[in-house]
């Protein structure tokens, strides 16, 4: 048996919630900074990594890994003015390197390499933007994986920066005006010194920074003083003309939208869609005839047109279909509509006027993205990948209606070798759900195969194919790695994610526990040899299904999770998560919340799966005490051998820009945990 450290319970912490007292004797781990919580995360990890460095296939695990992740690694091209530009990562560098040339066949060279920004890669690049003329270079930094970003300015040309330096970004990405001499950014007020990473962000405002001027002269565009949870994302126009502003309550997918005609300096901000009753995407205008995709009126989304110079008229340019529309763009002067066909991509193109002229085929079951540029570009690029395709580029022509092979990656692993189903289950209520299964071919259905579980379940999230080294290993273990669709993710629509939401959420949890009886009930694994995972939201979906079901898995490992449904509206931007949760304040959202909440469910003397919580010291999305409190309290209540344990990343955020060092050592310490733990045998790995 582990011998924990000592996590002081301080009984005197108890709140009133609509007339039931609720104990937090863990509170003080929430003071991030304090001499007892340093001291505690230092005992933890000590605990945690001894551990692991006992686990013989650890060194292993970690080598595999590094081997099977050191190929070269490319974004799509993407197009500015006469350059392009790409991302591209020679394999094991911490963060991947921007690169610009000025034809697809000409020499490339190196225009901003993050990994020069810090000895051990955690200064990410977080944003960039291009001016039009492709003369200057907005990009946007973050430390140790912090949501906080500063923004500076590159001369593309030169490759030297000029004096320009934006701070207190958050949330926000940065939007050029035609003329190239400045853009559009979203800030908040300077935090109070020593709230950086816990303090709550309210009251964003947007700004207009002219080159060459400093951040103290920006110019206010818009803020609502009135509208604290308001924010804003503003992005200029193709043709230079509007100013759109995108305006944002929570995480909540209702926005509104607003214009300011940039013709005129003086014009105001007009609000063109003024209620938070649906999702608004701006796709492109012709003049005053805006283009929106929306789900009013339909839930899997669907393509309107608005003039403003008669906004109170909506006319339906693409109906909403079968399958659920995530994206469109303007390209080659049509409609190119992503849609989610039972949480796989279909590519479908559309005339202006709505008329459809065909589906553009893929190359097979999986994910595709990009399909970007501008509306009058003849040419495009897209990535697809599966759970056993690595992200390969094509090049898409419009004019032939081709797509050709633009970059293959050289990964050295056979995808023959294994196989990707897709079955639905039936969940306690009724509801079909689809499944993901993927495993070596010719897997015998004898009930004993390591599984791991993996989901989410939320914020509208949609989980599609995708490939990853790390599962990879997973898989060459004889591992068999399954992904359900739950409910509160995008896969079907609007109407599926808030079917997963406030009152609802439960639902997505029972989705989950249903995935794992049916793993069981035809013969893939069983209790002793399946491990459940998921982060941040999914963080909450395996605390909230190890609690209620700590008989059903082996092993759990909730990364970065919410943790304590009755006060992460209290800290950073977790007050944006009441339209997904409910709230606390609400006496029957309160009574819901407290009822699946991980941290108040856990009950003494229970044996728990074993378990690594992981999270990062600089996490300000989720911050770290819901984990800390979590782990805290979990280890007073367990009663079994199995190890629980808390992973704390030090100088590491949500996981955005994580360096890929700290992502390798974290997939062979996860996999290490459940050789471990699920007891896989070695001899057989990798063959």
């Given at each position: 048996?582990l011998?924990?450290p000592?996590?002081?319970?301080?009984?005197?912490?108890?709140?009133?919630?609509h007339?039931?007292?609720?104990a937090?004797?863990?509170?003080?781990?929430?003071d991030?900074?304090?001499?007892?919580?340093?001291?505690?995360?230092?005992?933890?990890?000590?605990?945690?990594?001894?551990?692991?460095?006992?686990?013989?296939?650890r060194?292993?695990?970690?080598?595999?890994?590094?081997?099977?992740?050191?190929?070269?690694?490319?974004?799509?091209?993407?197009?500015?003015?006469?350059?392009?530009f790409?991302?591209?990562?020679?394999?094991?560098?911490?963060?991947?390197?921007?690169?610009?040339?000025?034809?697809?066949?000409?020499?490339?060279?190196?225009?901003?390499?993050?990994?020069?920004?810090?000895?051990?890669?955690?200064?990410?690049?977080?944003?960039?933007?291009?001016?039009?003329?492709a003369?200057?270079?907005?990009?946007?930094?973050?430390?140790s994986?912090?949501?906080?970003?500063?923004?500076?300015?590159?001369?593309?040309?030169?490759?030297?920066?000029?004096?320009?330096?934006?701070?207190?970004?958050?949330?926000?990405?940065?939007?050029?005006?035609?003329?190239?001499?400045g853009?559009?950014?979203?800030?908040?007020?300077?935090?109070?010194?020593?709230?950086?990473?816990?303090?709550?962000?309210?009251?964003?405002?947007?700004?207009?920074?002219?080159?060459?001027?400093?951040?103290?002269?920006?110019?206010?565009?818009?803020?609502?003083?009135?509208?604290?949870?308001?924010?804003?994302?503003?992005?200029?126009?193709?043709?230079?003309?509007?100013?759109?502003?995108?305006?944002?309550?929570?995480?909540?997918?209702?926005?509104?939208?607003?214009?300011?005609?940039?013709?005129?300096?003086?014009?105001?901000?007009?609000?063109?869609?003024?209620?938070?009753?649906?999702?608004y995407?701006?796709?492109?205008?012709?003049?005053?005839?805006?283009?929106?995709?929306?789900?009013?009126?339909?839930?899997?989304?669907?393509?309107?047109?608005?003039?403003?110079?008669?906004p109170?008229q909506?006319?339906?340019?693409?109906?909403?279909?079968?399958?659920?529309?995530?994206?469109?763009?303007?390209?080659?002067?049509?409609?190119?509509?992503?849609?989610?066909?039972?949480?796989?991509?279909?590519?479908?193109?559309?005339?202006?006027?709505?008329?459809?002229?065909?589906?553009?085929?893929?190359?097979?079951?999986?994910?595709?993205?990009g399909?970007?540029?501008?509306?009058?570009?003849?040419?495009?690029f897209?990535?697809?990948t599966?759970?056993?395709?690595?992200?390969?580029?094509?090049?898409?022509?419009?004019?032939?209606?081709?797509?050709?092979?633009?970059?293959?990656?050289?990964?050295?692993?056979?995808p023959?070798?294994?196989?990707?189903?897709?079955?639905?289950?039936?969940s306690p209520?009724?509801?079909?759900?689809?499944?993901?299964?993927?495993?070596?071919?010719?897997?015998?259905?004898?009930?004993?195969?390591?599984?791991?579980?993996?989901?989410?379940?939320?914020?509208?999230?949609?989980?599609?194919?995708?490939?990853?080294?790390?599962?990879?290993?997973?898989?060459?273990?004889?591992?068999?790695?399954?992904?359900?669709?739950?409910?509160?993710?995008?896969?079907?629509?609007?109407?599926?994610?808030?079917?997963?939401?406030?009152?609802?959420?439960?639902?997505?949890?029972?989705?989950?526990?249903?995935?794992?009886?049916?793993?069981?009930?035809?013969?893939?694994?069983?209790?002793?040899?399946?491990?459940?995972?998921?982060?941040?939201?999914?963080?909450?979906?395996?605390?909230?299904?190890?609690?209620?079901?700590?008989?059903?898995?082996?092993?759990?490992?909730?990364?970065?999770?919410?943790?304590?449904?009755?006060?992460?509206?209290?800290?950073?931007?977790?007050?944006?998560?009441?339209?997904?949760?409910?709230?606390?304040?609400?006496?029957?959202?309160?009574?819901?919340?407290?009822?699946?909440?991980?941290?108040?469910?856990?009950?003494?003397?229970t044996?728990y799966?074993?378990?690594?919580?992981t999270?990062g010291?600089?996490?300000?999305?989720?911050?770290?005490?819901?984990?800390?409190?979590?782990?805290a309290?979990?280890?007073?209540?367990?009663?079994?051998?199995?190890?629980?344990?808390?992973?704390?990343?030090?100088k590491?955020?949500?996981?955005?820009?994580k360096?890929?060092?700290?992502?390798?050592?974290?997939?062979?310490?996860?996999?290490?945990?459940?050789?471990?733990?699920?007891?896989?045998?070695?001899?057989?790995?990798?063959?």
């Amino acid at each position: 048996m582990l011998s924990y450290p000592p996590s002081r319970p301080d009984p005197q912490v108890v709140d009133d919630y609509h007339g039931q007292r609720v104990a937090d004797p863990y509170r003080w781990l929430e003071d991030l900074d304090s001499d007892e919580t340093r001291a505690w995360v230092e005992a933890q990890n000590q605990v945690t990594f001894d551990y692991l460095k006992g686990i013989p296939a650890r060194q292993r695990l970690q080598e595999r890994l590094t081997q099977l992740w050191d190929y070269e690694k490319y974004s799509q091209p993407f197009k500015e003015g006469q350059r392009y530009f790409y991302f591209k990562n020679d394999g094991l560098q911490n963060q991947s390197v921007l690169y610009t040339q000025k034809s697809l066949e000409g020499e490339a060279r190196v225009l901003l390499d993050p990994n020069t920004l810090s000895e051990d890669g955690t200064v990410a690049l977080s944003g960039i933007a291009i001016s039009e003329d492709a003369r200057y270079l907005a990009y946007g930094l973050s430390r140790s994986g912090s949501d906080w970003q500063e923004w500076k300015v590159r001369d593309i040309e030169t490759g030297q920066d000029l004096a320009d330096h934006i701070r207190w970004v958050k949330f926000s990405g940065a939007s050029w005006t035609k003329d190239g001499q400045g853009f559009y950014y979203s800030r908040y007020d300077e935090p109070a010194e020593g709230t950086e990473y816990e303090g709550t962000n309210y009251f964003q405002k947007l700004y207009y920074h002219r080159l060459g001027t400093p951040q103290t002269e920006d110019i206010l565009v818009y803020h609502r003083p009135d509208q604290k949870e308001w924010g804003f994302g503003a992005g200029v126009t193709e043709d230079g003309t509007y100013l759109i502003i995108s305006v944002w309550r929570g995480t909540d997918p209702k926005n509104l939208i607003f214009y300011k005609d940039l013709r005129n300096p003086q014009s105001p901000v007009v609000e063109l869609i003024r209620d938070f009753e649906a999702e608004y995407n701006f796709i492109g205008n012709e003049g005053s005839l805006f283009w929106l995709s929306t789900d009013l009126n339909a839930p899997r989304s669907r393509l309107v047109a608005i003039d403003v110079t008669q906004p109170q008229q909506m006319q339906e340019i693409i109906p909403q279909a079968e399958e659920t529309l995530q994206g469109i763009s303007l390209i080659n002067n049509q409609f190119v509509a992503f849609y989610l066909k039972d949480a796989h991509t279909q590519i479908k193109s559309f005339a202006l006027d709505g008329s459809f002229l065909g589906e553009i085929p893929l190359p097979g079951l999986g994910s595709a993205g990009g399909f970007g540029g501008k509306r009058y570009d003849i040419e495009t690029f897209y990535t697809f990948t599966s759970f056993t395709t690595p992200p390969t580029i094509y090049r898409y022509d419009f004019a032939t209606g081709t797509s050709t092979l633009f970059r293959q990656p050289q990964v050295n692993f056979d995808p023959d070798a294994y196989e990707v189903k897709q079955v639905f289950y039936t969940s306690p209520d009724g509801t079909q759900v689809p499944m993901f299964i993927t495993h070596k071919k010719g897997l015998k259905l004898t009930g004993d195969h390591p599984t791991l579980l993996y989901g989410y379940g939320g914020f509208g999230v949609s989980l599609t194919p995708n490939f990853s080294i790390s599962l990879v290993v997973w898989l060459e273990m004889g591992g068999v790695y399954a992904q359900p669709n739950l409910r509160g993710g995008g896969e079907y629509g609007e109407d599926w994610h808030q079917a997963g939401t406030k009152l609802n959420k439960q639902k997505v949890f029972d989705d989950f526990i249903a995935a794992a009886e049916w793993l069981i009930a035809n013969g893939y694994t069983n209790s002793s040899k399946l491990a459940i995972s998921g982060g941040s939201n999914g963080g909450l979906l395996v605390g909230a299904c190890m609690t209620q079901r700590p008989d059903l898995f082996a092993a759990a490992l909730p990364a970065v999770g919410v943790m304590d449904m009755l006060r992460f509206h209290k800290f950073t931007i977790g007050w944006a998560w009441i339209s997904e949760y409910g709230s606390p304040e609400n006496p029957e959202e309160f009574q819901m919340l407290y009822a699946y909440s991980p941290l108040h469910n856990l009950k003494p003397g229970t044996a728990y799966p074993a378990t690594m919580i992981t999270t990062g010291d600089h996490d300000d999305r989720v911050v770290p005490a819901h984990s800390f409190k979590f782990a805290a309290a979990l280890q007073a209540a367990h009663q079994g051998s199995q190890p629980v344990l808390i992973r704390i990343e030090t100088k590491a955020g949500h996981g955005a820009g994580k360096p890929t060092a700290k992502i390798i050592e974290e997939a062979a310490d996860r996999w290490a945990f459940l050789v471990q733990v699920l007891g896989i045998p070695a001899e057989h790995w990798g063959e």
